[in-house]
């Protein structure tokens, strides 16, 4: 048992001087550790752009992309909105952009003016395409509403999480990302959720 404490004191000891040497610290031991998930997949099948004019992954290279998956009637989605415009808000000026890739379950979510009525509602700011046909989110694999996929300034996925939760690893990624100092506080990123709400009560976050 000693010489386990010791080699793993020493394993602590070498891993604390690499994350020094490259300029981390204690501060950062609650950011979440990045990899490298592959090229991030190209916008494909858009039916509209709200919020903006058409974007490509190539055309966005060089700033921090959030991909996220979502629909209008997925409670589990919406419970997640408050989080990523906030993220939206407070990082739009240090190189980050948000996408939201709205890819419905039903067919009333297909409709534009339903969309846009969401986007007001939710005061999101940020881009939207509606990916009716499912294009983008095959190209991504992706299996769950919602689902974000955080994307480095060179096209890189590094980050990935479904459903809800995980907020404070997800903005503390983005953080990193963007050079945006020190990470957030856990627990102390709470948004009041309460007065949010889908008149459809979809629950699920797994496309079945």
Same mark, same amino acid.
């Given at each position: 048992?000693m010489m ?9 000891? @070498?891993?604390? #001087?690499?994350?020094?040497?490259? =300029? ?13 998930? =592959? ?10 752009? @709200?919020?903006? $004019?058409?974007? #490509?992954? *190539? ?20 419970? #997640? ?7 939206? +808000?407070?990082?739009?000026?240090? $190189? ?6 709205? #890819?419905? !379950? ?23 395409? %509606? ?9 991504? =694999?992706? %299996?769950?509403?919602?689902? !974000? ?5 060179? $096209? ?8 809800? +939760?995980?907020?404070? !690893?997800?903005?503390?990624?983005i953080r990193?990302?963007? *050079?945006? +100092? ?14 949010? +709400?889908?008149? !459809?009560?979809?629950? $699920?976050?797994?496309?079945?």
């Amino acid at each position: 048992m000693m010489m386990l404490s010791r080699k793993s004191a020493a394993i602590s000891a @070498l891993l604390a #001087t690499i994350f020094a040497s490259v =300029g981390f610290s204690a501060a950062w031991s609650d950011t979440p550790l990045l990899g490298v998930y =592959g090229p991030a997949p190209e916008f494909t099948g858009i039916e509209k752009w @709200l919020n903006s $004019g058409p974007l #490509t992954m *190539a055309g966005l290279r060089g700033k921090v992309v959030l991909v996220n998956f979502w629909t209008y009637s997925c409670i589990n989605c919406l419970r #997640t909105l408050p989080y990523v415009t906030k993220w939206y +808000g407070a990082y739009k000026d240090k $190189g980050f952009v948000i996408v939201g890739i709205h #890819t419905p !379950e039903f067919a009333f979510e297909r409709q534009t003016r339903n969309v846009q009525t969401a986007i007001q509602r939710f005061s999101i700011k940020y881009p939207v395409a %509606q990916d009716n046909q499912y294009a983008t989110w095959k190209a991504y =694999g992706n %299996q769950y509403w919602p689902a !974000e996929y955080l994307i480095d300034q060179k $096209g890189r996925i590094v980050f990935k999480h479904f459903g809800e +939760g995980n907020y404070d !690893e997800m903005e503390n990624a983005i953080r990193t990302l963007v *050079a945006a +100092g020190p990470p957030v506080v856990k627990k102390e990123n709470r948004l009041d959720l309460s007065k949010i +709400g889908s008149p !459809e009560m979809y629950f $699920g976050v797994l496309r079945l």
